[in-house]
């Protein structure tokens, strides 16, 4: 855990950070509040797949689909069904961790790219069925207009929410690595034949990884029916998993708040360059070339090499 | 045969071949993946892309040459090749400087670059359906089993599937290219060691991966509407198919393609909302008897 170790100037950023989350509604207008909500659930979402990706070590290659399971599944009960919204919400992570403890069973037995593509597979074969079962999930129209509870209809009060139930997470997700737990996967991160030598059960570490990052991914797909009041089926498709991978390398992903800062930027820029061009994807790829050149650790990954030189030999995992 | 027909109704034959033309597709493009995997050990994404390009410049070929019936031919002639000019430059271009790096990262580079190629066909090509013109000799459609007609193009995919994998068998065990690059899936160091330069070796195998991708993309364009998003699809597919053969093992790519293709179009006549689903469940299937793929890897 390299995070919040920028020791006295990290904290002053994250103070002042924070403080600014706080008041942004009441200075920028209601386009970059929306904006803002989406990045952070957005970086909950990249941190969640950062937690089996950079953290554990595990190829995680389709962490949009317990995105995408847990937005159908809040949304589909909020509309389908009488029960309160806030159940709708609570069951959402719900659904996406049982998604993901049934995709982890299956797959946790391979490793690595084998590991990934079966995650693939697993999670097409979710895409193919929200995607077809027209009459119940919407097919490829999706959801829209999904109702919400009074406090939360308007934007800022989707927004407070967000930030409040982001950051929660957020240290919940950071409590989790630090705890024993926490160093155990990134010990099996490192070594996985010496962590279970000396007695540690791997697989179910890692199937346990899988769940937390699954939840926590349904958690931010529960934040985007808030936020946007919709689902559709591109949210389980496999290039936003790309993308969210994307999101933790471009921040660093064995920082803790890298992918959080990937996400914030990729968002940015999405929302900035396609307002002028429809050829965003064309930039992207073009500086996330660069990135893989030039940055192989990240933006936060690059900074704490700088701040902290020889301090700490940064992890290789070629 | 009526007493085939009693055993096997005319649909079931009929969907059979449908499939099995789908599968040459899936072959030709799983095999140049299975190719780059096992040599390069690049999990290329950009594939995909590549097999789309493969399909638009088929349209704008096909069109410079009349957009007639005859006008495919030349389309067919001549697409694989810039698809092979078009990967010979991003590969020493750009690739050839990350072998080294680890499998995640190069993934994610060629996610990159399928973007980039995606945002590239738009901006060339534009964001409308394209239809490429079906060959004069095989238009139209033939009864077959019981009078269902069945299109004729299709048959002539059929032809084409065995003959490539001849031309891929012939490549990869009888020339010195072939038996170069094999060495060099399997130790990489030694046959730079006995003075091959194995970064040529490792060009001419991309390129000629590529241009597999680019031939399934020309085969395919007569049959589907030539659209953006052709690539996202299909690329995943391959990949499914590469790994239940079995890494980088071709005739494993032929079983993958096979295994896919008739239990696509198999799965549509038995079950025809979620029949769409039966190929992945077979992948799962596949995946959790044996894990590594059906066919010896060469990992």
């Known amino acids: 855990m390299k995070g919040n170790l920028l020791g006295r100037k990290g904290l002053l950023t994250g103070v002042i950070i924070i403080l600014f989350l706080f008041i942004l509604p009441f200075i920028f207008p209601r386009f970059y509040i929306y904006m803002t909500s989406i990045i952070l659930l957005t970086g909950l979402l990249a941190s969640s797949c950062n937690i089996a990706l950079g953290f554990g070590g595990i190829y995680q290659f389709h962490h949009a689909v317990f995105y995408g399971a847990g937005a159908y599944a809040a949304a589909l009960i909020i509309t389908k069904s009488s029960l309160s919204p806030w159940i709708a919400f609570a069951a959402g992570p719900i659904v996406s961790a049982i998604i993901g403890l049934i995709m982890g069973i299956i797959s946790i037995r391979l490793s690595k790219l084998y590991f990934g593509m079966l995650q693939v597979s697993l999670g097409s074969l979710v895409w193919v069925i929200v995607y077809r079962w027209y009459s119940f999930t919407g097919g490829d129209d999706g959801i829209h207009g999904i109702p919400l509870p009074e406090i939360l209809s308007s934007a800022n009060g989707a927004y407070y929410f967000t930030l409040f139930i982001t950051g929660l997470s957020m240290f919940v997700l950071y409590r989790i690595l630090k705890s024993p737990f926490g160093s155990v996967l990134q010990g099996i991160r490192d070594n996985p034949l010496r962590s279970g030598i000396i007695g540690v059960n791997v697989k179910r570490h890692q199937l346990m990884t899988l769940v937390i990052a699954s939840f926590f991914a349904g958690v931010a797909g529960t934040l985007f029916v808030v936020v946007d009041n919709t689902v559709f089926p591109d949210m389980l498709f496999w290039t936003l998993s790309m993308e969210i991978v994307i999101m933790c390398l471009l921040g660093g992903w064995f920082t803790f708040f890298g992918p959080m800062l990937g996400a914030a930027a990729l968002v940015a820029l999405r929302t900035f360059v396609s307002s002028f061009t429809v050829y965003w994807a064309l930039i992207l790829g073009i500086l996330f070339t660069l990135v893989i050149f030039f940055l192989p650790n990240g933006i936060l990954g690059y900074i704490e090499q700088k701040f902290k030189k020889g301090t700490e030999v940064s992890v290789d995992r070629g | ?299």
């Open chain 2, 1 to 299: 045969m009526d007493i085939v027909y009693s055993v096997l109704p005319p649909q079931f034959l009929s969907q059979v071949l449908v499939g099995l033309s789908r599968t040459t597709i899936l072959f030709i493009v799983a095999s140049g993946l299975s190719l780059i995997l096992g040599v390069l050990r690049i999990p290329n994404v950009a594939h995909g892309s590549l097999y789309m390009i493969g399909a638009f410049v088929s349209y704008s070929i096909a069109k410079l040459f009349g957009g007639g019936p005859s006008s495919y031919w030349w389309a067919l002639l001549i697409t694989p090749f810039v698809i092979a000019l078009i990967s010979f430059v991003v590969e020493r271009g750009v690739f050839q400087f990350l072998y080294e790096r680890e499998h995640l990262m190069l993934l994610l580079l060629t996610f990159a670059f399928s973007l980039v190629f995606g945002d590239l066909v738009k901006l060339i090509w534009g964001v409308e359906y394209k239809s490429v013109p079906v060959p004069g000799a095989f238009q139209g459609f033939v009864p077959l089993f019981g009078g269902i007609p069945f299109p004729l193009y299709n048959l002539f995919l059929l032809c084409v599937g065995p003959v490539v994998a001849l031309i891929l068998w012939f490549i990869v065990n009888k020339t010195k290219i072939g038996k170069i690059s094999r060495a060099a899936a399997v130790d990489r160091e030694m046959v730079g060691a006995v003075g091959i330069n194995v970064s040529w070796v490792f060009a001419t195998v991309f390129v000629i991966g590529c241009l597999l991708a680019g031939l399934g993309g020309v085969l395919v364009a007569p049959t589907v509407s030539v659209t953006l998003g052709m690539d996202h699809t299909l690329i995943i597919e391959a990949f499914l198919i590469v790994i239940i053969g079995g890494l980088g093992n071709i005739w494993g790519a032929l079983l993958g393609a096979l295994i896919f293709g008739l239990s696509q179009s198999l799965g549509i006549l038995l079950w025809p909302k979620f029949g769409i689903v039966i190929p992945y469940l077979a992948v799962v299937v596949v995946l959790l008897i044996k894990p590594t793929g059906l066919l010896k890897s060469t990992w």
